[in-house]
């Protein structure tokens, strides 16, 4: 059975960092690509970042390149999310995805989905 499973998110003060995990297990991702994706309330789900399994090439919407970035230890099964100065709009429950291919800004192409963890950007 896939599992990702996030974690590392909490409240902190504009301007600091917070580091996501996402640990997957039950298969094999060596195909795959991971994405980040946040959701605020009343908001759709959007794209922050992806990853792919096997090169490691990295992709970031606009408004976090500089600021955030997406990792992966292949060894470990696990995808992380760097985030650096921190703004209080980036206040989101944060996922990690999974998809064999595609256009990875687009949530509903993925197969797999964490259970989300919130982080909260305070003013």
């Known amino acids: 059975q896939v599992q990702l499973v996030e974690s590392g998110g909490g409240l902190v003060q504009a301007g600091g960092s917070l580091r996501l995990s996402c640990a997957a297990s039950g298969r094999t991702f060596s195909s795959y690509a991971m994405g980040w994706f946040r959701q605020a309330p009343g908001k759709e789900r959007e794209f922050v970042a992806a990853i792919s399994w096997s090169s490691g090439s990295t992709y970031h919407t606009d408004s976090v390149k500089g600021r955030f970035t997406i990792s992966r230890d292949y060894a470990k099964n696990t995808v992380y999310l760097q985030m650096n100065s921190l703004k209080p709009e980036n206040t989101a429950v944060y996922y990690c995805?999974?998809?064999?291919?595609?256009?990875?800004?687009?949530?509903?192409?993925?197969?797999?989905w964490g259970q989300g963890t919130q982080v909260t950007v305070s003013s």
């Open positions: 995805g999974a998809r064999f291919a595609g256009r990875l800004w687009e949530p509903r192409g993925y197969d797999y």
